[in-house]
């Protein structure tokens, strides 16, 4: 994970003023204008784009408790396949009074800072093949971070706490007696509908070229996702992330578009300009994804020749693949083929991206893991729009009745009573998404032990909602202070949706930030027995406790 500590130059302790006041002073420092050469500017863009993200997870302060619980676990920053940007800060210092005649002692380190950062890129490729990251792009620099539509998945629950547990005697919940925050009951819910999925403003939309037949595809034209896929056969990411690209659409044949872009970052992998032509001197033969495999599946072998060495090298492949050698070798080297990876390197570049595999998601710059089940979820989320509802719940709930839902888990069942009186909108909204079945084939996607296990996005991604969004309804009455509260998540905008959250302890720390709605009256033993998943944190990530179904007995 990144140190956003770190990046905004603080530590963990500093308050909202100091984080507020550094971001700006940052801002400053790094502004782009205040810099001459090319390279100068894309690292001061690099360091606005990691100041900027730092910035808005630190100052948001469920963002921030969130982060702070997995920070203290992973305090290193996650290796990035950077456009030779692996030390932002200190190479875009260094490079901004480079002079190779000046025999000044502060340009001469400066310098020597340039060489130990292309050492530390060549280092982080050796040690590539087992190290596990999240690649995430920059932001363009035509565009203000802010206008620039990101897609990040982050769980809305609220952020972990330590909070000593409640105990339980003779098998009932008691209540903490941590002290808790004062706060008044919130005014009645309102409701109005919400978008489900993102949509790429017009500037964004300028930055990509839209698709044409120039473009390798797999998948219908008319799929209602389409992913840009801005990748370097020379990548060891990319290497990783192909295959589950391809594997998603066959997954999503009718719904699912892949569209491949060439952006070979020459500075760092020598080799990747002329793979880019392999591939394209092998697409005038038909044998463009052939060749894509090829080259990614034998990265190992060429990644590391010379150029004369690379060249025989394709030269064999394309007879492995049954093409005409001489042909392809010719095509390598023509002016059609070097002019499009020209142009291509061009456009990623114009676009702002810095790093590979870059993914969008319907022009929509996604950042995350790059595995099968995490782009499956966010797939999955682009298609809640086909299932969602346009309009906000009708049902009548009877404050005077009693709601009792049950969890179907292949664990046993959790038993949940509800709170009509206190929470109505709440439980209106759920018992509404039960009766239509919004919930199957959800899981419980986020589970931490000691703290949540958060379900309730049928996409599994944390990034789904109904259609609708209402605000919190919290009473002084109702507190999480005991095991087994059920509350709803939101992102911490008072935009509450169907993602809902059960404690495993007392988390005095929430009271009055969310919505209270019932609390579990058998099957804690259940819950405690789900899989343990972080998507935040976790290296690898486990399949979740599927729910098997969820239903409602009113009485």
């Known amino acids: 994970m990144k140190n956003y500590y770190q990046i905004l130059e603080l530590q963990p302790e500093a308050t909202d003023t100091q984080i507020k006041k550094q971001f700006k002073s940052l801002l400053h420092k790094w502004h782009p204008d205040s810099f001459s050469t090319e390279g100068e500017k894309q690292l001061a863009e690099e360091k606005t784009r990691l100041v900027n993200e730092a910035y808005e997870t630190l100052s948001d302060p469920i963002r921030r408790e969130a982060y702070d619980q997995t920070y203290k676990t992973y305090v290193d920053q996650e290796p990035q396949d950077y456009l030779g940007l692996t030390n932002v800060q200190n190479t875009a210092e260094a490079s901004t009074g480079e002079s190779q005649n000046s025999n000044d002692g502060v340009q001469k380190s400066r310098m020597n800072l340039i060489l130990l950062t292309g050492l530390v890129v060549v280092l982080l490729g050796l040690v590539a093949a087992i190290l596990m990251f999240r690649l995430q792009a920059a932001n363009p620099s035509e565009v203000s971070p802010a206008a620039v539509e990101m897609l990040s998945p982050t769980a809305t629950a609220p952020a972990a706490i330590a909070t000593p547990a409640a105990t339980e005697g003779n098998g009932e919940l008691t209540a903490t007696t941590i002290p808790t925050v004062a706060f008044t009951a919130s005014d009645p819910a309102t409701c109005k509908p919400a978008s489900i999925v993102p949509v790429a403003s017009a500037d964004t939309e300028a930055l990509y070229p839209p698709v044409s037949e120039r473009d390798w595809t797999l998948g219908p034209k008319n799929a209602p996702i389409i992913i840009y896929e801005y990748s370097d056969f020379q990548c060891p990411y990319c290497a990783k992330a192909a295959p589950a690209l391809k594997d998603l659409q066959a997954a999503y044949p009718h719904d699912v578009q892949i569209v491949f872009r060439h952006f070979p970052l020459s500075s760092i992998h020598p080799n990747a300009i002329m793979a880019a032509r392999a591939a394209e001197a092998a697409g005038i033969q038909n044998k463009f994804w052939q060749m894509h495999d090829l080259l990614f599946n034998k990265q190992s072998e060429w990644s590391s020749l010379t150029s004369e060495d690379f060249n025989i090298w394709l030269k064999d492949a394309a007879k492995s693949l049954n093409m005409n050698s001489n042909q392809f070798m010719t095509d390598l080297d023509s002016n059609a083929v070097v002019q499009k990876i020209d142009k291509a390197e061009s456009d990623a570049l114009t676009a702002g991206l810095n790093s590979t595999p870059t993914l969008l998601f319907n022009k929509i710059r996604y950042q995350g893991r790059n595995d099968l089940e995490s782009l499956t979820g966010i797939v999955e989320y682009f298609l809640l729009s086909q299932k969602s509802f346009q309009t906000c719940p009708a049902v009548a709930i009877d404050p005077e009745k009693t709601y009792t839902v049950t969890i179907k888990t292949e664990k046993g069942d959790i038993v949940l009573e509800l709170y009509p009186k206190q929470a109505p909108w709440a439980v209106k909204s759920f018992v509404y998404l039960i009766r239509n079945h919004w919930f ?29 969004e209402f605000t919190n309804e919290v009473t002084p009455e109702l507190r999480f202070d005991k095991p087994g509260v059920l509350g709803l998540a939101n992102s911490g905008n008072n935009d509450n949706g169907s993602q809902f959250f059960i404690t495993y302890t007392a988390v005095p720390d929430l009271d009055g930030k969310y919505t209270i709605f019932g609390q579990v009256i058998e099957g804690m033993d ?30």
Do not use: M, W
Request: net charge negative; hydrophobic share 40%; proline share 10%.
């Open 526 to 555: 259940v819950l405690s027995s789900l899989r343990p998943r972080n998507p935040a944190a976790d290296q690898i990530l486990i399949t979740p406790d599927a729910i098997l179904s969820i239903s409602v007995e009113e009485k």
């Open 440 to 468: 199957d084939g959800s899981a419980f996607f986020r589970v931490i032990p000691g703290f949540v296990a958060q379900a309730g996005d049928p996409s599994n991604s944390g990034l789904g909602g109904p259609g609708y």
